[in-house]
């Protein structure tokens, strides 16, 4: 079950830090924030980072085989990764219309699926 954990939790914690590094982008189009202060803008996504690392930390902690969990470091950070890229993907394609997939994202992606694979080995 911690692997399961795990994933959920660096899935959640992914949501957090896109909307925390681009979810002020939106904001500005929609002219919420267009005019906060540059600090304005940092202290609202370090808000939204706080979320972040509560569930990245015990992401970590969880799946690290170090900790009884199943993964080695180099398998959690690729593991970290290839769900940050999925998750900006769907959040930038929903967020911010215009930000189309094309065909070199995707192989982009499946040079991921291979470092998965590979970490694995």
Same mark, same amino acid.
């Given at each position: +079950? ?23 982008l939106?904001l ?15 202290l609202?996504?370090w +808000?939204?980072? *706080? ?22 470091? +180099?398998? =959690? ?5 290839? !769900?940050?890229? !999925?998750? *900006? ?5 929903? +967020?911010?219309?215009?930000?189309? =997939? ?20």
């Amino acid at each position: +079950m911690n692997a399961v954990y795990t994933i959920l939790l660096l899935i959640s914690s992914n949501i957090f830090m896109t909307l925390a590094w681009y979810g002020h982008l939106k904001l500005q189009q929609t002219g919420v924030s267009s005019h906060w202060p540059l600090i304005g803008v940092i202290l609202f996504s370090w +808000m939204i980072a *706080f979320a972040e690392y509560c569930c990245q930390v015990p992401a970590n902690r969880l799946g690290f085989e170090g900790n009884g969990g199943p993964f080695n470091l +180099m398998q =959690l950070k690729v593991i970290q990764e290839v !769900i940050s890229l !999925i998750v *900006f993907t769907v959040i930038a394609t929903v +967020m911010f219309q215009g930000q189309t =997939l094309h065909w070199n994202h995707l192989a982009a992606f499946f040079c991921l699926v291979l470092a998965v694979y590979f970490v694995f080995l």
